[in-house]
Each structure stands twice: as structure tokens, then as C-alpha cells.
């Protein structure tokens, strides 16, 4: 463009506008900025407050997680499970044709007598009751050996020290399984500190045995029937050694074998006896001893308590009402069971 085609008119004119409203311009250009900034500063400090939310939910989710994880841990539900107590003794059924069913092994050093039965292989290895016996004493001892094989039977026999046993079986000469002695020919005429000595040595040879256990062998052993002697004081038996009753001394019926099936036995009123069992009810978290105040007594009045088990399915950390049952089985086995109801409130 030349210089002529210029309009210094125009240019003078908005030149002078711009000195006339500088303030204003400035005032207008301060303003933008001020907004830019304003805006800036907003998105800023929008964008701060969402992390910090995000933060504090994050920080309160963690609590939360805590929180429950201590409320889970306050709330946990120990549970007591006390089942039956299994039996020793196998199911045996004696085969059909077999005129030998049974082996006995006496562990002299235990004092304990094993039958076996015979299995599929005609081998006696199934063992099927433990008995309890006394065998000869120091200067008595009964003999040891392999494969002896009893003989003659006698309801009641006459011992060389002039007493007499019952269910007499002899196993070899002068050694038999019989019961403890009696005085005479009476079954109310027992020698009860000798009987009180089963599981010890005591006898004069003979293997010695209660009533019941020896009839048991009288009935379902014939003569013929094996026996092994033999020594191991570790171990009595695959059954183990079962107890053996004690007869008070002072007691009216000490003559009678307390084992005696027959039915003149006084002993026969009496059996195992729970006594002090009762409901039971306490608060959540409030754990008991439920053997408080429960106490049991054999056959004979003898204290059994250590024996007794708790049979159920219960806890103390969650409110309801459970079942605890309480059984005992004395040493000729009496049987008695109390159950009682557990009541967990809040």
C-alpha cells in the first residue's frame, strides 16, 4: 500500500481513544485474568477435593475391613464335640462247623487273658474279649509256655489249699482257670480280699478270673481249646486290661462275686449311679465346667467320677439350647447315662 493511500486522520483518532480509555482497557484485561485465575483455582481446588474424598473413603473402607474383621474375630464360635466313646471288643460270630472257635493268651506278667477268635484262614488272630486275672504270686508262679491245651471241667472244683473254685478248666496238671475261692461250696461264701487282688499276682498257680469272665470261658470254650503263657509287662493285650470291681470290706454282701449271673445275687439291686446332673444355664462367652457337682458310684458304692464322659455337640459362644449327656460304665459293665440341657443366653 503507498503511503499516500494512509489515513492519518484515522490512526490520530484511535490513538487518542486508546489514551482517553486506558484505565478502562487495563481495568478489562485484569478482569480476564482474574476470571482465567478464578477458574484455574476452581478446577484445582474441585480436582483436590475429589481426591481428598477419594482418600477418605479409601481410609473408610479400610476401617470398615477392620472393623469387621474385629467384629468377626469377637464373634468367633468355638464349637465341643464329644462323641461316644468306641468299644474295644470286635463283633465275632463264631463260624459255623468250627468245633474250636477260641485261642486263649495269658500275659502272666500283665495279668490280663486274650481270646481270639478264628478267621477266614483258620488263623486265631481276631481278638474278641479281655479279661482281667491273677496269676500265681512270687514262689507260685504260674507256668509260661506255648500250645497248651485244656482238659477237664468241674462246676465247682476243689483247690489244694482246701477252697474251692468255680468253673474250674484245667490247662495243664495243676494249673486251671477258675474263679477267685470260695470258703465252701456256697456262692455267698466268696474270700473277698483275694477278690479284691484281681489284676494282681495273688494265686497259688492257677489263673484266677471273676465269675462272669471265667463262665464265659466254661460255656464257649471246649476242651481241646488252645492256651499260651506267655510274659510282656508293656503290653497286655490288643484289648488292653480291663478293671476290676472292688468289694467294700465293710459291705453285707462281700461273699457274693458282684459278676455272678445268678439271680440270688444281691448285688443285682444295685448298678453304676450318675448323681448331680442337672440343667445348666449361664451368659454368651461365659464358658463352665459342666462336670460341676456330677459325681458317680459303681456296682458297689466305689467312686467312679473319673470315669464319667460327656457325650454332645455344644457351645458358650452362641446363644441356644443344647443337649449334654453324661454316661459312666462301671468295671463289670453297669451302665448309666443322665442328659441335660445347656441353655447359653444373652
Same mark, same amino acid.
Given at each position: 500500500m503507498s503511503k499516500g493511500n494512509i489515513n492519518y486522520k484515522y490512526l490520530k483518532r484511535r490513538k487518542s481513544w486508546f489514551r482517553r480509555n486506558l484505565p478502562l482497557v487495563i481495568f478489562i484485561a485484569v478482569a480476564?485474568?482474574?476470571?482465567?485465575?478464578?477458574?484455574?483455582?476452581?478446577?484445582?481446588?474441585?480436582?483436590?477435593?475429589?481426591?481428598?474424598?477419594?482418600?477418605?473413603?479409601?481410609?473408610?473402607?479400610?476401617?470398615?475391613?477392620?472393623?469387621?474383621?474385629?467384629?468377626?474375630?469377637?464373634? =468367633?464360635?468355638?464349637?465341643?464335640?464329644?462323641?461316644?466313646? =468306641?468299644?474295644? =471288643?470286635?463283633?465275632?460270630?463264631?463260624?459255623?462247623?468250627? $468245633?474250636?472257635? $477260641?485261642?486263649?493268651?495269658?500275659n502272666r506278667a500283665a495279668n490280663c487273658a486274650t481270646v481270639y477268635g478264628i478267621d477266614e484262614n483258620g488263623e486265631y488272630t481276631i481278638p474278641v474279649k479281655a479279661f482281667a486275672t491273677s496269676c500265681g504270686k512270687a514262689g507260685d508262679e504260674t507256668i509260661v509256655g506255648e500250645n497248651y491245651v485244656t482238659s477237664d471241667k468241674y462246676e465247682w472244683g476243689y483247690m489244694v489249699d482246701g477252697t474251692y473254685g468255680r468253673y474250674a478248666f484245667r490247662i495243664s496238671g495243676g494249673y486251671l482257670f477258675h474263679s477267685v475261692p470260695y470258703y465252701s461250696m456256697n456262692k455267698g461264701d466268696l474270700e473277698d480280699g483275694q477278690y479284691?487282688?484281681?489284676?494282681?499276682?495273688?494265686?497259688?498257680?492257677?489263673?484266677?478270673?471273676?465269675?462272669?469272665?471265667?463262665? !464265659?470261658?466254661?460255656?464257649?470254650?471246649?476242651?481241646?481249646?488252645?492256651v499260651t503263657i506267655y510274659d510282656d509287662a508293656v503290653n497286655p493285650g490288643p484289648l488292653g486290661k480291663p478293671d476290676s470291681i472292688k468289694i467294700p470290706e465293710d459291705s453285707a454282701y462281700a461273699g457274693w462275686d458282684?459278676?455272678?449271673?445268678?439271680?440270688?445275687?444281691? !448285688?443285682?439291686?444295685?448298678?453304676?449311679k450318675i448323681e448331680g446332673a442337672k440343667d445348666i444355664q449361664t451368659k454368651i462367652g461365659q464358658s463352665i465346667d459342666v462336670m460341676t457337682g456330677v459325681t458317680a458310684t459303681d456296682t458297689c458304692g466305689n467312686d467312679i467320677t473319673a470315669k464319667i464322659v460327656t457325650v454332645g455337640i455344644y457351645t458358650f459362644d452362641q446363644t441356644g439350647t443344647y443337649n449334654i449327656k453324661y454316661e459312666v460304665t462301671d468295671a463289670i459293665g453297669s451302665h448309666d447315662e443322665v442328659t441335660v440341657k445347656l441353655m447359653v443366653t444373652e
Amino acid at each position: 500500500m503507498s503511503k499516500g493511500n494512509i489515513n492519518y486522520k484515522y490512526l490520530k483518532r484511535r490513538k487518542s481513544w486508546f489514551r482517553r480509555n486506558l484505565p478502562l482497557v487495563i481495568f478489562i484485561a485484569v478482569a480476564v485474568i482474574a476470571i482465567a485465575g478464578a477458574l484455574t483455582a476452581g478446577i484445582m481446588l474441585s480436582h483436590s477435593n475429589k481426591k481428598k474424598q477419594a482418600d477418605n473413603q479409601d481410609s473408610n473402607d479400610e476401617q470398615t475391613v477392620v472393623s469387621t474383621e474385629e467384629t468377626t474375630v469377637a464373634r =468367633e464360635v468355638v464349637w465341643i464335640d464329644n462323641k461316644e466313646p =468306641e468299644s474295644k =471288643e470286635q463283633e465275632y460270630i463264631a463260624p459255623e462247623g468250627v $468245633y474250636l472257635p $477260641y485261642f486263649i493268651k495269658v500275659n502272666r506278667a500283665a495279668n490280663c487273658a486274650t481270646v481270639y477268635g478264628i478267621d477266614e484262614n483258620g488263623e486265631y488272630t481276631i481278638p474278641v474279649k479281655a479279661f482281667a486275672t491273677s496269676c500265681g504270686k512270687a514262689g507260685d508262679e504260674t507256668i509260661v509256655g506255648e500250645n497248651y491245651v485244656t482238659s477237664d471241667k468241674y462246676e465247682w472244683g476243689y483247690m489244694v489249699d482246701g477252697t474251692y473254685g468255680r468253673y474250674a478248666f484245667r490247662i495243664s496238671g495243676g494249673y486251671l482257670f477258675h474263679s477267685v475261692p470260695y470258703y465252701s461250696m456256697n456262692k455267698g461264701d466268696l474270700e473277698d480280699g483275694q477278690y479284691n487282688k484281681l489284676g494282681d499276682y495273688a494265686s497259688l498257680g492257677c489263673v484266677r478270673m471273676c465269675v462272669r469272665d471265667v463262665k !464265659w470261658i466254661y460255656d464257649n470254650c471246649p476242651s481241646g481249646t488252645g492256651v499260651t503263657i506267655y510274659d510282656d509287662a508293656v503290653n497286655p493285650g490288643p484289648l488292653g486290661k480291663p478293671d476290676s470291681i472292688k468289694i467294700p470290706e465293710d459291705s453285707a454282701y462281700a461273699g457274693w462275686d458282684p459278676t455272678d449271673p445268678d439271680e440270688n445275687n444281691p !448285688w443285682n439291686a444295685y448298678s453304676a449311679k450318675i448323681e448331680g446332673a442337672k440343667d445348666i444355664q449361664t451368659k454368651i462367652g461365659q464358658s463352665i465346667d459342666v462336670m460341676t457337682g456330677v459325681t458317680a458310684t459303681d456296682t458297689c458304692g466305689n467312686d467312679i467320677t473319673a470315669k464319667i464322659v460327656t457325650v454332645g455337640i455344644y457351645t458358650f459362644d452362641q446363644t441356644g439350647t443344647y443337649n449334654i449327656k453324661y454316661e459312666v460304665t462301671d468295671a463289670i459293665g453297669s451302665h448309666d447315662e443322665v442328659t441335660v440341657k445347656l441353655m447359653v443366653t444373652e
